[in-house]
Nanobody, 115 residues
Framework: QVQLVESGGGLVQAGGSLRLSCAASGTSYRINAMGWYRQAPGKQRELVAA???????NYADSVKGRFTISRDNAKNTVYLQMNSLKPEDTAVYYC????WGYGYWGQGTQVTVSS
């Protein structure tokens, strides 16, 4: 059973930066497909940035040029560096991993950007 633990959320002023981390445990396999989604109040969960199973990168248009996803394969960990944060980035950010056809979610970490 893969478990995902996120950290790094918090409250930041507009224009500030945060770095999220997500560490996967419970498997000895390298997880290629890992990424970040977010859900704002009253909205559907949406992709923010992710590595696909083919190790390609996907970014939401709204975060391109501001957010950067990276990974440490040896630790099955992904990071999300968020710069130039905007109030509309306020949401619960969830880590997602896909392995052998199963999808896994972290518990979520709150990111709040004040104007």
């Amino acid at each position: 059973q893969v478990q995902l633990v996120e950290s790094g959320g918090g409250l930041v002023q507009a224009g500030g930066s945060l770095r999220l981390s997500c560490a996967a445990s419970g498997t000895s396999y390298r997880i290629n497909a890992m990424g970040w989604y977010r859900q704002a109040p009253g909205k559907q969960r949406e992709l923010v940035a992710a590595f696909t199973s083919g190790s390609n990168l996907n970014y939401a248009d709204s975060v391109k040029g501001r957010f950067t996803i990276s990974r440490d394969n040896a630790k099955n960990t992904v990071y999300l560096q968020m710069n130039s944060l905007k109030p509309e980035d306020t949401a619960v950010y969830y880590c997602n991993a896909k392995l052998w056809g199963y999808g896994y979610w972290g518990q979520g970490t709150q990111v709040t950007v004040s104007s």
